[in-house]
């Protein structure tokens, strides 16, 4: 019926039952590894997404006011960290022509810290001031949005968007200002 060769299980018609996992360097893009060696991994990895995206939460609840250990402030970061998986996810499996089939931790920015700061300290602090700095940064993420929408459009105008439209913008000047000069030279 079937015969046992080293890791192998070969059925009598010949299909394998069983096969060794070959597992490949872990800086590869699809690489294998143990679980041996890919579980203390994956747990550094989320210890290290706890405390970049805490943080900035962290800092932005201090400076409005809201206490430590409080319900709102623990109702925060665990917001955090959902939104923050849920996006992780998104990120990963793509949905449509979101996500970037990657795996790329998403979290919170500490790049908004000083601004949020000073919000909280216009605003007198408190649940008012964290509710500020939401509807800003909701009202900021739909212009983004919106603004991604055209952004192929808009990118022989804004040089900066992509290399291939600055080469090709900088070129035609470049062949403006070599025509005009051969023109002068002419007279």
Known sequence: MYSFHGNIIILKGG??????TNYSSPYELDGKLPLKT??????????????????PIL?????????????????????????????????LFSIGPVGGKLPIV??????FIGVC????????????AYGAILGASLLGGLFET??????KASAPFLP??????????HRSFLNQRRHRFLRRRQF
């Not at 989320?46 to 805490?54: E, P």
């Not at 900066?160 to 913008?169: A, E, V």
């Open 59 to 91: 800092l932005i609840a201090g400076a409005c006011g809201i206490t430590a250990g409080s319900a709102e402030q623990v109702a925060i970061l665990q917001n955090a960290m959902l939104v923050a998986g849920i996006v992780t996810l998104v990120q």
């Open 146 to 151: 919106v603004l991604g929408f055209f952004l």
């Open 15 to 20: 299909i394998d039952m069983k096969q060794k």
């Open 160 to 169: 900066i968007c992509g290399y291939r439209y600055s080469r090709s913008l």
């Open 38 to 55: 890919a579980f203390p991994l994956g747990l550094q990895h989320v210890l290290a997404m706890f405390a970049g995206n805490l943080t």
């Open 106 to 111: 998403m979290g919170t920015s500490s790049g």
């Open 117 to 128: 700061q000073s919000v909280a300290g216009v605003m007198g602090g408190g649940v008012a």
